[in-house]
């Protein structure tokens, strides 16, 4: 059995023979319903090299799911301190924006921040500009338009400052990720750390730009560690995996509505354009539109070049917050596996490092 098919480039089965886009394509709508393909999911690269881009406006015909550019642009903006919270909480939801107004569901988001094309994770907290020189192509080909940050210095170094940043920045995106609406996918070798060497179109070769070195894993264990305890933490929170977009309403009468804003202060999130921090809880009583039961979870994200003190939501019926992931923190205590998670301190606020998330689970 074949789970699906992701189709590059998939706004061009859209057009007509002379290239303009179809506002009911047959090829598509062919596909969507195509008996033989019914327990397959179909995921659109919802642009092409004609310049036509779908994200949010593909002719889904109720079964097409996208690969959400914008959810990767927003998250590479945010992380470097460049995106409006504005944007970041409707990519955070499952984009809202996009999908909801015509009841596509959250699942119709497909979340990624890297992909086969273009930097890695690694490389996108390494380098500012692309390196393929060894394309053959006078480093013209591949993107420019990276949205990516090198923390300090291009490429390779041994500064342990800016070595222990990227290791960070590597961690905000894997957790920002996991906490997201939406269907999460992660690109070969993130887990662990590989690198392309700052080539973002290595699609020309078969060599160790592309092979996937497996020592890494020994390499980069704490990271592995890391995304392993979040991809976890993902599978035992239903309300991280939502089937529906969020009402802004508590329906489920727990006292709080099913997702609530916040900033460093509580109840009071800062949306100005400058504002570089942002946090949002959610109520475990609203799994799943009430039909399942789970902890609340508080995400507070500090993408400043500051610490910041975040006041944090009080709990209700004895229960507590505890710290499941904090990428300041240094390993192992970054992250902890789901069920070990221990006590938070003060359970009135907690100081966020620069450039850092923390996950708090109430039980």
């Given at each position: ?14 057009r007509d023979p002379w290239g303009a886009p179809l506002a009911n394509p047959p090829l598509l709508e062919t596909l969507a319903f195509d008996p033989i393909l019914a327990n397959c999911k179909l995921i659109a690269e919802a642009w092409d090299a004609g310049g036509l881009y779908q994200v949010g406006s593909f002719p889904a015909f109720g079964r097409w799911a996208e690969w959400n550019g914008k959810y990767r642009d927003a998250i590479r903006k945010f992380i470097k301190g460049d995106c409006t919270v504005g944007e970041i909480a409707q990519r955070i939801q499952g984009s809202p924006d ?266």
């Amino acid at each position: 059995h074949i789970d699906g098919f992701r189709f590059d480039l998939a706004s061009i089965l859209g057009r007509d023979p002379w290239g303009a886009p179809l506002a009911n394509p047959p090829l598509l709508e062919t596909l969507a319903f195509d008996p033989i393909l019914a327990n397959c999911k179909l995921i659109a690269e919802a642009w092409d090299a004609g310049g036509l881009y779908q994200v949010g406006s593909f002719p889904a015909f109720g079964r097409w799911a996208e690969w959400n550019g914008k959810y990767r642009d927003a998250i590479r903006k945010f992380i470097k301190g460049d995106c409006t919270v504005g944007e970041i909480a409707q990519r955070i939801q499952g984009s809202p924006d996009l999908y909801a107004w015509q009841g596509r569901a959250p699942a119709t988001s497909i979340n990624f921040i890297t992909a086969h094309d273009g930097f890695t994770l690694a490389d996108m907290v390494s380098y500012n500009e692309k390196h393929n020189e060894a394309n053959g192509e006078n480093n013209n080909d591949g993107a420019n338009d990276n949205e990516s940050w090198n923390c300090g210095a291009e490429g390779w170094t041994d500064d342990p400052g800016i070595n222990a940043l990227r290791s960070r920045q590597m961690r905000n995106a894997i957790a920002i990720m996991m906490v997201s609406q939406g269907v999460p996918m992660l690109l070969m070798g993130d887990e662990i750390g590989r690198s392309k060497n700052g080539n973002n179109n290595t699609y020309c070769h078969d060599s160790e730009l592309n092979w996937l070195n497996w020592e890494l894993l020994e390499t980069n264990a704490e990271l592995f560690k890391f995304v392993k305890n979040c991809i976890a933490f993902r599978k035992a929170h239903p309300v991280l995996r939502n089937h529906n977009h969020f009402r802004n309403q508590d329906y489920a009468r727990s006292g709080n509505l099913d997702i609530t804003w916040h900033g460093t202060q509580t109840w009071n999130a800062d949306w100005s354009a400058h504002s570089r921090t942002i946090a949002f809880m959610l109520c475990g009583q609203h799994a799943r539109e009430a039909t399942e039961q789970d902890n609340d979870i508080y995400v507070a994200m500090n993408m400043h070049w500051e610490n910041l003190w975040f006041e944090i939501p009080g709990l209700s019926d004895g229960k507590k917050w505890h710290v499941f992931a904090n990428t300041g923190c240094t390993p192992p205590e970054d992250a902890w596996a789901p069920g070990t998670e221990p006590v938070l301190e003060n359970q009135q606020g907690l100081m966020v490092g620069d450039r850092s998330v923390v996950i708090l689970i109430g039980k």
